[in-house]
Structures are given as structure tokens and as C-alpha cells.
């Protein structure tokens, strides 16, 4: 079965100093992955995709994502922080029924941008 | 251009009542899809649509739980007999189509806060 695995519960980082959020996933075949970030009483809006290609992929607002194979890992990061990425960040990984999918989300990962 | 929509934005209902959620997805998105997002957890899939035929309810927790779509427009979640642990964020998204015609991102609306009292 597809999953992905946010092993941190929380992060905290300075602003100004470059951040790091953690995921790490489960699946067969060429995996899809998506990071989604939750600001405080909004919904989720999608910040980056891999599908194939490039092993660094540039979303919004600054973020990028590395997928590296051999450790099955797809970290989320930023060079520089801002105190507004203060969310809740959650990466996912589609899971494939005939014609449709669903995504299947890790646990969520809170950042705490402090100034 | 507008994204998902979603009403009410919070619901009080008393346990034992039906209460429906409503889902706008974005003009042109052929698929839909209901998430569940309880306190401090992550999203929990309910049940996706492709225009309006449910291929996968896989996630509906109960027979007390339903939904539907009209064409490829809105759709309504129906919660029957509401229980305390129904309640939840309930999020609705959309995204060009389904797998197979390409990984499409999926959009999300505000959530509808629902508490059973």
C-alpha cells in the first residue's frame, strides 16, 4: 500500500535560517508526490509536485522539494524562513483505484517560524 | 479565477440530527473529492467523484454517510443521525481529472467545521 511518513511533529527554526521538513514514503511502481500546506482556519493549498524528471522541484513561495530515490525521501525545504510559513505542511502520495485516485497524507509536520 | 467553495463554513448540530455540507469544486474540474480532517490528524479520504458517478467510497465511514454530485458541479455530503465522533473538518477538492488522464493536483475549499454536541 502507498504511504508517506512525516517523522517530526514539529519544527522550529529562526528566521532567516533555511528549514527543512521531512518525508519519507512507501510505493510500488514510480512514485507521485505532492507537498499541501494548511494556514491556521484555511484549507490546504498545494505548494509543489514531483512526477518525473528533475530531483529538486520549485513550488510556491520559495519552496523546493528533493526527491532522492535511494533514501525513498522527499524533504521539503526553504533557504530562507519566514515568520508567515508558520503552518501546518503535509506531504502525500496518490493511491491509484482503476481510473481514480486518492491521496493518502501523512500526519502533518507544524512549523514555527519564530522571529 | 474563483476556487472550491464550501457551505456552511461551521455547523452546530446536536447528535442524533442529519446535516448536509456543500461543495462548489472549480468550473471545469470533472473530479471531486471529500477528505475528513479530525483535530490534530491528518486527512482521511471519503469518497471521490468522477463527473457525477462515485467510482470509489471506499473511505465512507458508516451507511450513515452518503454524497452526491450533480454532473460535474456541486456535490452534497449527507451525515445521517449525527454522532459525536462525526465531528470534524470535512474538506472538499477538486482537480481536472483522475489518475488516468495525468496527475492532476487537487484544489481544496475552507472546510466546513462540523461539531455534534
Known amino acids: 500500500a502507498q504511504s508517506v511518513a512525516q517523522p517530526e511533529d514539529q519544527v522550529n527554526v529562526a528566521e532567516g535560517n533555511p528549514l527543512t521538513v521531512k518525508c519519507t514514503y512507501s510505493?510500488?511502481?514510480?512514485?507521485?508526490l505532492f507537498w499541501y500546506v494548511q494556514y491556521p482556519n484555511r484549507g490546504l493549498q498545494f505548494l509543489l509536485k514531483?512526477?518525473?524528471?528533475?530531483?529538486l522541484v520549485k513550488g510556491s513561495y520559495g519552496f523546493e522539494a528533493e526527491f532522492n530515490k535511494s533514501q525513498t525521501s522527499f524533504h521539503l525545504k526553504k533557504p530562507s524562513a519566514l515568520v508567515s510559513d508558520s503552518a501546518l505542511y503535509f506531504c502525500?502520495?496518490?493511491?491509484?483505484?482503476?481510473?481514480?485516485?486518492?491521496?493518502?497524507f501523512g500526519s502533518g509536520t507544524r512549523l514555527l517560524v519564530r522571529p | 479565477g474563483a476556487g472550491v467553495s464550501q457551505s456552511p463554513s461551521n455547523k452546530v448540530t446536536e447528535k442524533g440530527k442529519d446535516v448536509e455540507l456543500r461543495c462548489d469544486p472549480i468550473?471545469?474540474?470533472?473530479?471531486l473529492y471529500w477528505y475528513r480532517q479530525r483535530l490534530g490528524q491528518g486527512l482521511e479520504f471519503l469518497i471521490y467523484?468522477?463527473?457525477?458517478?462515485?467510482?470509489?467510497k471506499s473511505g465512507l465511514p458508516s451507511d450513515r454517510f452518503s454524497a452526491e454530485r450533480t454532473g460535474e458541479s456541486v456535490s452534497t455530503l449527507t451525515i445521517q443521525r449525527t454522532q459525536q465522533e462525526d465531528s470534524a473538518v470535512y474538506l472538499c477538492?477538486?482537480?481536472?481529472?483522475?489518475?488516468?488522464?495525468?496527475?492532476?493536483?487537487?484544489?481544496f475549499g475552507p472546510g466546513t467545521r462540523l461539531t455534534v454536541t
Open positions: 502525500a502520495v496518490p493511491s491509484r483505484m482503476d481510473s481514480s485516485y486518492k491521496l493518502i
Open positions: 477538492a477538486s482537480s481536472l481529472r483522475g489518475l488516468a488522464g495525468g496527475v492532476y493536483e487537487q484544489y
Open positions: 468550473s471545469g474540474h470533472t473530479a
Open positions: 510505493v510500488s511502481g514510480n512514485p507521485y
Open positions: 467523484f468522477q463527473g457525477n458517478s462515485a467510482p470509489d
Open positions: 514531483y512526477i518525473t524528471g528533475d530531483n
